[in-house]
């Protein structure tokens, strides 16, 4: 069983950003692929960005290309998700999920991810 804690959520202005933080209770995070994904309401859970550790790759949804950055620290078991330029259309509640190393094929798809935390709510204002 793997517990997956977010944090870092809030309140925004248009812009702004926010830094997304989801802590792992493993011993290593190299076994696994960890996604982002958001969720808005009256919506389907949909893919943000992944973070293959073993691999070093990441992988983004054209919405966010170049404002947001997942990134890990093995050390502390923890991976992040840095939101820049961020829009009213990112308002969502915000979840992290863990799966054994997946394809990119795979890691867009909520169902293949075993483990996922509660979620941050993620608030943008114009």
């Known amino acids: 069983q793997v517990q997956l804690i977010e944090s870092g959520g809030g309140l925004v202005q248009a812009g702004g950003s926010l830094n997304l933080s989801c802590a792992a209770s493993?011993?290593?995070?190299?076994?696994?692929?960890m996604g982002w994904f958001l969720q808005a309401p009256g919506k389907e859970r949909e893919f943000v960005a992944d973070f293959s550790c073993n691999a070093n790759i990441t992988y983004y949804a054209d919405s966010v290309k170049g404002r947001f950055t997942v990134s890990i620290d093995d050390a502390k078991n923890t991976v992040y998700l840095q939101m820049n330029k961020l829009k009213t259309e990112d308002r969502a509640i915000y979840f992290c999920?863990?799966?054994?190393?997946?394809?990119?094929?795979?890691?867009?798809?909520?169902?293949?991810?075993?483990?996922w935390g509660q979620g941050t709510q993620v608030t943008v204002c114009s």
């Open positions: 493993v011993r290593t995070l190299m076994s696994l692929t």
């Open positions: 999920a863990s799966g054994q190393t997946l394809k990119t094929s795979s890691s867009l798809l909520p169902r293949h991810y075993d483990y």
